[in-house]
């Protein structure tokens, strides 16, 4: 019984003159190859180059600070749980008085590490956390020498508070829309005590 029709049938008809010259064949490959000269290269000469990636590519992490410098990782792990290749791994402390401005949460990430070796930047890390602070990104990680050096602290996640990684790709009308849910208010926290605050 025939399952697919890919299969062919071999021929067996003996070759003419042309065909055991191999003149033929060999000045068409020839031909090929150098009608290939005079087309645009599709090779992009990087890192002098860079392509434009696709807006769903997922890259090196940021960890988020809110609208006022303060961390918005609290340390609950949901990332860590999500994460396949357990390549998240972090430490907990408690908020001390006069830390609101530097954390946004009264627990939060002490150490907050991402093994750069172990992870298949597949985003559920992103996708599991309810504070929106940790993204994908459209940076790359930097090749380096030492294993070590793939282990990112929050020295390397931690967007600073005057160069801020922007992250509105990520923001999709799916998860806009996500955000409006009215179960899911803890986005709205911040700002109902920032507004407090301006009264
Ligand atoms: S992108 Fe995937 S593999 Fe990488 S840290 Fe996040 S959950 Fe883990
Ligand atoms: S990054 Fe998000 S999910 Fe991970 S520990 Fe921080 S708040 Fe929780």
């Known amino acids: ?56 590519y997922r890259g090196q992490h940021v960890l988020k600070r809110d609208e006022n410098g303060a961390e918005r990782c609290t340390s609950c792990g949901m990332c860590a749980v999500a994460c396949p290749a357990e390549a998240i791994t972090m430490e907990s402390a408690e908020r001390k008085k006069g830390e609101e401005g530097m954390y946004r949460e009264e627990k939060y990430a002490k150490t907050y590490e991402i093994n750069m070796l172990r992870c298949i930047f597949c985003g559920l890390c992103e996708e599991a956390c309810p504070k929106e602070a940790i993204f994908l990104t459209d940076r790359q990680v930097p090749t380096e020498f030492e294993r070590d050096d793939f282990i990112y602290g929050k020295d390397k996640l931690v967007e600073t508070i005057d160069n801020r990684v922007d992250v509105t790709k990520r923001q999709t009308p799916e998860v806009l829309a996500f955000k409006k849910i009215p179960g899911l208010k803890h986005n709205e926290l911040h700002k109902e005590k920032l507004n407090k605050g301006k009264h």
């Open 1 to 56: 019984m025939q399952l697919t029709n890919r299969s062919k049938l071999v021929s067996n008809k003996e070759q003419s003159f042309a065909e055991r010259l191999y003149l033929p064949a060999v000045l068409k490959g020839m031909a090929t190859t150098i009608s290939h000269l005079f087309k645009k290269r599709p090779t992009i000469m990087y890192p002098e180059q860079k392509r434009e990636y696709a807006p769903v």
